[in-house]
């Protein structure tokens, strides 16, 4: 298990709240949805929807990381105060999010859980097994 220190929990705040805000401003947005304007903003803008998805990326790592040493922190119970500061912040940056861009906030919100959550399992397993 690594401990993470507050200066490196802070940069991942940072990046996963800039990169999933970001992902959302640069992600385009038609007035109207259909199969023919994604194609085309496919073609005519590939960059934009490219820095998107490389963005929303990295915020939703950033955001598993700090879910999963959450999780490492309680199930494992080296320091539930902590554990506990790092759920809140993790959750009031989706919070802001929610209200800034409710899709990409859900979106974000149940990658990183999930990843945060299964790779907290993986790391038990191979702590278990010795490796």
Same mark, same amino acid.
């Not at 401990?3 to 992600?27: C, D, E, N, P, Y």
């Not at 005519?44 to 963005?55: C, D």
């Not at 999963?68 to 902590?82: A, G, L, P, T």
């Given at each position: ?5 507050? %200066? !490196?929990? $802070? ?13 959302? !401003? ?9 199969? *023919? $304007? ?6 005519? &803008?590939?960059?934009?929807?490219? *820095? ?9 790592? &950033?955001? &598993? ?7 490492? !922190? ?8 902590? &554990? ?23 979106? *974000?919100?149940?990658?990183?859980? $999930? ?5 907290? %399992?993986?790391?038990?397993? %191979? %702590?278990?097994?010795?490796?």
């Amino acid at each position: 298990m690594r401990l993470l220190t507050s %200066k !490196q929990k $802070t940069i991942r705040f940072l990046i996963g709240f800039v990169g999933i805000f970001s992902a959302a !401003q640069m992600f385009p947005s038609p007035e109207y949805w259909s199969w *023919g $304007t994604f194609f085309g903003e496919l073609l005519f &803008a590939p960059l934009s929807l490219l *820095g998107s998805v490389v963005l929303f990326i990295l915020g939703f790592l &950033a955001f &598993a990381q700090l879910v999963q040493y959450m999780v490492e !922190q309680h199930m494992y119970s080296i320091n539930k105060r902590k &554990a506990n500061n790092t759920g809140a912040f993790i959750l009031l940056c989706y919070l802001i999010l929610w209200f800034l861009h409710p899709v990409a906030s859900l979106l *974000g919100c149940f990658l990183s859980f $999930t990843y945060g959550i299964m790779d907290a %399992k993986a790391s038990k397993r %191979k %702590k278990v097994r010795g490796e």
